[in-house]
Nanobody, 122 residues
Framework: VQLQASGGGLVQTGGSLRLSCAAS????????MAWFRQASTKEREFVGG????????YYADSVKGRFTISRDNDKDTVYLQMNSVKHEDTAVYYC????????????????WGRGTQVTVSS
């Protein structure tokens, strides 16, 4: 499966942004999907994931209650709705797909798209 993230940009603190991840080659309905992010000088970290079988969602504590992951299997697209953004949300955001993993360590995800930059200004 090939993944392409989009929707990044510059947003003010407290604002909202929606990221999209479009899949091609295989249907996203067959994969667990997740968003990760990587700020400069930091390791890639898990943001949120959604399971392929029952749609269960999982979030990092740092974004719980502010970010929402969702999927549209008909459009083969996964979304990350980011609300009440903070300066520390500034990072390159990546979408990932895997048949087994749905959260946690980035090393366990086999399929990755190019990232999209999100910058939160104060």
């Amino acid at each position: 499966v090939q993944l392409q993230a989009s929707g990044g940009g510059l947003v003010q603190t407290g604002g909202s942004l929606r990221l999209s991840c479009a899949a091609s080659g295989r249907s996203v309905s067959l994969y667990n999907m997740a968003w990760f992010r990587q700020a400069s000088t930091k390791e890639r970290e898990f943001v949120g994931g959604i399971a392929w079988n029952d749609g269960s969602t999982y979030y990092a504590d740092s974004v719980k209650g502010r970010f929402t992951i969702s999927r549209d299997n008909d459009k083969d697209t996964v979304y990350l709705q980011m609300n009440s953004v903070k300066h520390e949300d500034t990072a390159v955001y990546y979408c990932a797909a895997d048949r087994m993993s749905v959260r946690g360590n980035a090393a366990t995800f086999r399929n990755w798209g190019r990232g999209t930059q999100v910058t939160v200004s104060s």
